[in-house]
């Protein structure tokens, strides 16, 4: 059977109250935005000691998981398998929607995010950020190209270079995400090459997570039927990945216990830490693997749709703890200057840093989250993206059942 | 041309002052064994520097820091979102109890981080070593704050409210730093604030690359140290006594 996407419908109450929602949730973060420009960034919980706060969190965990969402797209463009390719437009759309909202929330938290244009001619090529501004300008580009392709038959010679072309842009730029970290030398927490591969391992798994939680509800709402087969490719994937991205967690944080030195901040993450020992176990290591991975793989969940969709929900809880117990713990560790002395100043040498955000942050983290779904939620209704059925004989005929 | 251009001028090492220096090469020869003259054009004979001798520095004693924000508009609060260009960093060794007093500040780096990771070269190190932002072009990411080793960055959170001073422009949402008071250096005056205020003389202004200067002779006499000297970053700003 041949598969057709087509554009829903997007007429019902339930599609203008769903796209109306995510309006007013932008115009909240733009508002917040507006806020921190015109009082500066004293209404905001961060500091001169946690200068990267919760709007970071969110914007690198959309950057991150917008590489991912491409995986899908990747799967079918470049290793070939057929049955991925009517999943394909939806994961690029999302890829592009996803690293638009992060990108427009590190825009709006900028102290002069007036003149973030600025970063356009005055570039300079030793900076990470300058990197990551033609990664981003590139994974747009191609990611953009091979949706293209997939949409309009006249391009189809391009497909194959697209996909490619797509798929090694997003691990470069995932590279450069993990490399705007594992640059910072002086800082215990980061500066380690690791960060870059764990990003991209990172990447898989929340970029899948967000795809299953995109894809479920269109489908119930747009009453469009959705097979198994299709659910059990998805539900394997997080499987390996959050197997991978523990993994990755527990190398980067033995690796850390290995170097004598590391061994301080490391017991601070892991016992000490407060919010963010909290943040680490219960959240990322808890609800963002055991469980998921629990519901996913036992007898009497692993076949269950909402506890498909409930994985995908705290992996993405999980994801956001990572990003806070990683950009934020690792902010909140004091530098060690004098090594063997107790510091004390009226800069908070040597305390661990307090840090609250405040709720402009989150309108902004939120809003950002807005404005990629909206782009998603428009874009299906405008653009051939999603399949008209997706039930099993229609994804993959000679499935054994 | 308002004092802010003058300044930003003076800041960049304009070509101006270039062909001021051309036109009295003979006076210069003079001059440049112990300063730069305020027409001379910015260049990297010089490496300006403190040494700070935290034998003499006094524990709970402040005046670097009263003089310095003075010097500059600063507040002098003391808040998380406060800005700090200069601390004092009071010191007890783990195991023997020493103690030990001393201000921070930048250390304007010769391999600053933070000039590595700035996405608009607004974060840049001038000829003579001093390592400065260039408000006009800083965009607020934060990011040299966080590649910086030595936290001697701080964002201006709020509103300045007119308290700037016409030598020293500063800006909401832009991140500043001790500039090594390059408003005096540029105006051939040879010291810094902090260095003039200190009562016991602990900080020691001088070019790192002029042999005859007192800084570069204490150097070469005692043993000194670089905060965090295992970065290799070759700071301007060197300790004796810890
Ligand atoms: S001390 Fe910090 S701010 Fe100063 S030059 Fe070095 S890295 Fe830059
Ligand atoms: S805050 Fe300003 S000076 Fe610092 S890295 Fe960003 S643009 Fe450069």
């Not at chain 1, 890829?95 to 973030?116: E, S, T």
């Not at chain 2, 270039?18 to 440049?32: D, N, Q």
């Not at chain 2, 003499?56 to 600063?74: F, M, Q």
């Not at chain 2, 060794?93 to 304007?108: D, N, Y």
């Amino acid at each position: 059977m041949q598969i057709i996407n087509r554009e829903i419908e997007g007429n019902s109450a339930g599609y203008w109250a769903l796209l109306g929602g995510l309006g007013a949730l932008i115009l909240i973060g733009l508002f917040a935005a507006y806020n921190m420009e015109h009082h500066g960034h004293v209404i905001t919980g961060m500091n001169n000691q946690i200068v990267w706060g919760l709007p970071h969190v969110f914007a690198v965990f959309l950057v991150v998981a917008a590489s991912g969402a491409l995986n899908v797209a990747s799967v079918a463009g470049v290793f070939g398998k057929k049955a991925y390719k009517p999943l394909a437009p939806l994961s690029a759309l999302l890829a592009i929607a996803l690293l638009a909202g992060g990108l427009a929330v590190l825009m709006l938290d900028l102290g002069r995010a007036d003149r973030a244009i600025i970063t356009a001619w005055e570039v300079n090529p030793t900076s990470v950020f300058s990197w990551n501004v033609v990664l981003y300008s590139g994974f747009f580009g191609f990611t953009a190209a091979y949706l293209w392709t997939m949409l309009d038959k006249t391009a189809k010679p391009f497909y194959g270079f697209a996909a490619y072309g797509a798929f090694i842009w997003r691990l470069i730029l995932t590279t450069g995400t993990g490399l705007i970290f594992g640059f910072l030398v002086a800082r215990q927490a980061f500066g380690t090459a690791l960060l870059a591969p764990k990003f991209i391992v990172f990447s898989l798994l929340y970029g899948t997570a967000i795809y299953v939680l995109v894809l479920m509800p269109a489908y119930i709402w747009g009453q469009r039927a959705l097979g198994d087969e299709v659910l059990r490719r998805l539900k394997n994937m997080l499987v390996v990945f959050i197997a991978a991205s523990f993994y990755m967690t527990l190398v980067y944080h033995l690796t850390n216990v290995y170097f004598a030195k590391q061994w301080d901040f490391e017991r601070f993450i892991l016992q000490d830490g407060g919010i963010y020992t909290i943040l680490f176990w219960l959240g990322q290591v808890v609800i963002g693997y055991l469980v998921p991975f629990i519901l996913l793989v036992a007898p009497n969940t692993r076949n269950s749709r909402s506890m498909l969709m409930a994985s995908a929900v705290m992996i993405v809880l999980g994801a956001l703890a990572q990003m806070y117990v990683t950009i934020v713990g690792g902010q909140a560790f004091p530098l060690e200057m004098f090594p063997g002395f107790i510091e004390k100043s009226s800069f908070f040498d040597g305390e661990i840093h307090a840090y609250t955000p405040s709720h402009w942050e989150w309108m902004l983290g939120i809003g950002g989250t807005a404005i990629a779904l909206a782009m998603v939620v428009f874009a299906v209704k405008v653009l051939r993206i999603l399949p008209e059925s997706l039930a099993d004989d229609v994804v993959d005929p000679h499935a054994k059942k | 041309m308002n004092n802010f251009e003058q300044y930003r001028r003076r800041f960049l090492g304009g070509a101006l002052a270039t062909a001021g220096a051309a036109m009295v090469p003979g006076l210069m020869l003079v001059e440049m064994a112990h300063s730069r003259a305020p027409e001379e054009a910015v260049s990297s004979k010089n490496r300006w520097g403190l040494l700070i001798d935290t034998t003499k520095c006094a524990s709970g004693c402040t005046e670097c820091v009263t003089a310095c924000n003075t010097e500059h508009g600063l507040s002098g609060k003391t808040g998380p979102q406060d800005a700090q260009w200069i601390r004092k960093v009071e010191l007890t060794h783990k195991k023997s109890g020493a103690q030990h007093s001393l201000p921070v500040m930048c250390q304007h780096c010769e391999e600053p981080p933070c000039v590595d990771v700035c996405p608009t070269g607004a974060s840049f190190k001038r000829a003579d070593g001093i390592v400065l932002v260039d408000r006009h072009i800083c965009i607020g990411c934060r990011y040299c704050m966080m590649a910086c080793p030595y936290k001697a960055r701080s964002l201006v959170h709020e509103d300045l409210n007119d308290t700037q001073l016409a030598h020293m422009p500063r800006g909401k949402g832009c991140v500043e730093s001790c500039t090594l008071c390059v408003h005096k250096i540029d105006a051939g005056e040879n010291t810094t604030a902090c260095a003039q205020a200190c009562p016991e003389q602990a900080i020691l202004f001088g070019d790192l690359n002029d042999a005859g200067s007192e800084i570069a002779q204490r150097l070469a006499t005692y043993a000194s140290k670089e905060i965090r000297a295992d970065l290799g970053l070759n700071t301007g700003v060197r300790y004796t006594g810890i």
